[in-house]
């Protein structure tokens, strides 16, 4: 079975930073795509970031201030998410698939967690 347990959000001021994690199981991690999304009420979902074995993918909105990294030998995945502001302030869910080339886009990824909250405190 897949499974994508988030962890690291919190409440922090902003310029702070938050490192968030996604560490996966039941599937083999070298093979697949890890997306970071933030879904905020109201707003819909945006796809913030992805990794895999072929590239890397930034949104406009956080680029130069998060930055993606993976860990195969962990199974995780991180977030580092630095000079946060408050507009950063949602729930933010990873997502896996397989495949070489990463994806924005939510409906590419089959498998996700269930969300960690981040607060940027203005």
């Given at each position: 079975e897949v499974q994508l347990v988030?962890?690291?959000?919190?409440?922090?001021?902003?310029?702070g930073s938050l490192r968030l994690s996604c560490a996966?199981?039941?599937?083999?991690f070298d093979d697949y795509a890890i997306g970071w999304f933030r879904l905020v009420p109201g707003m819909g979902r945006e796809g913030?970031?992805?990794i895999s074995s072929g590239l890397t993918?930034?949104?406009d909105s956080v680029k130069g201030r998060?930055?993606?990294?993976?860990?195969?030998?962990?199974?995780?995945v991180y977030l580092q998410m630095n000079n946060l502001r408050p507009e950063d302030t949602a729930v933010y869910y990873c997502a896996a698939d397989v495949g070489y080339?990463?994806?924005a886009y939510g409906s590419e990824y089959r498998h996700w967690g269930q969300g960690t909250q981040v607060t940027v405190s203005s």
């Open positions: 988030e962890s690291g959000g919190g409440l922090v001021q902003a310029g996966a199981s039941g599937f083999t913030v970031s992805c993918y930034y949104a998060f930055t993606i990294s993976r860990d195969n030998a962990k199974n995780t080339y990463c994806s």
